[in-house]
């Protein structure tokens, strides 16, 4: 009962933000349409019946969900193999000289490079997911490595000294130091996988799919259609990270801030 009062009050400050923005855009909107650049800034109600229209087509919902499974799809693979890194170059430092260069290159490489490079190599159905991968496998690398890194070396030592057997030091003391960083590491690479897998759709354009929709609306200046799309995207990541964070705050006992 007392946690009531204080969920409402986050609505109700979520909301008035909300409406805050909305009327800033209305104006902005209006501002730009009296300076004959309506085109560019489509009002709200504009934006919102171009969602509408979109939401009434079958093709949408197929487009959201291949690219949900691509999304789903990289961020996957690239967090079972950061962990498996991670762990690997953890317990052999050869391997980590050995990929450290890599994945720092990865780290810093252009996430446009990728895409394009990509492109020579694949098809454009498969781009998006490898690039998520891409994403998403250095961040949980890092993240599991510093974990594993974290234990107290007086825990080890007395541990060591009572003569714990390897499975329950790994039990009792690695993976509970473990769990924030790949909580953390899973929910981070999930927004930024999200977020390369749709530009990679923009610029590889493949069929049925979120980053097609926006391609289309830019280059035939449907701007409302345009605005439509990205609200798509950050819906469906919100919605996206919420269940990550759920189901990881389930099986690992780490609470994600909001």
């Not at 000289?97 to 994945?103: D, I, M, N």
């Amino acid at each position: 009962m007392n946690k009531m009062p204080v969920r409402l009050k986050k609505a109700m400050t979520a909301l008035s933000v909300a409406v805050i923005w909305v009327l800033v855009w209305q104006a902005l909107s209006a501002a730009a349409s009296r300076g004959g650049l309506g085109l560019l800034l489509p009002a709200p109600l504009q934006t919102l019946a171009a969602l509408g229209e979109l939401v009434t087509q079958k093709s949408f919902y197929a487009s959201c969900a291949k690219t949900l499974l691509r999304v789903m799809t990289g961020w996957f693979f690239g967090l079972a193999s950061g962990v498996i890194l991670g762990i690997l170059t953890f317990l052999s430092k050869a391997l980590k000289a050995l990929f450290s260069p890599v994945l720092h290159i990865v780290k810093a490489t252009p996430v446009a490079s990728f895409i394009i490079a990509a492109l020579v190599l694949m098809s454009a159905q498969k781009v998006p997911a490898f690039t998520g991968f891409l994403i998403t496998l250095p961040v949980v690398w890092a993240n599991i490595s510093e974990g594993l890194s974290a234990p107290d070396k007086k825990l080890l030592e007395a541990a060591s000294f009572f003569k714990m057997s390897k499975k329950n030091t790994v039990r009792f003391i690695f993976i509970p130091a473990l769990k924030p960083y790949f909580a953390a590491a899973a929910t981070t690479a999930m927004g930024l996988s999200w977020k390369a897998c749709v530009a990679a759709e923009v610029i590889c354009t493949p069929s049925g799919s979120i980053g097609q929709g926006i391609y289309n609306a830019k280059v035939y200046l449907e701007t409302p259609s345009l605005f439509a799309w990205t609200g798509v995207v950050i819906i469906l990541s919100i919605i996206l990270e919420t269940i990550i964070k759920a189901v990881i705050s389930k099986f690992t006992g780490e609470e994600q801030k909001k």
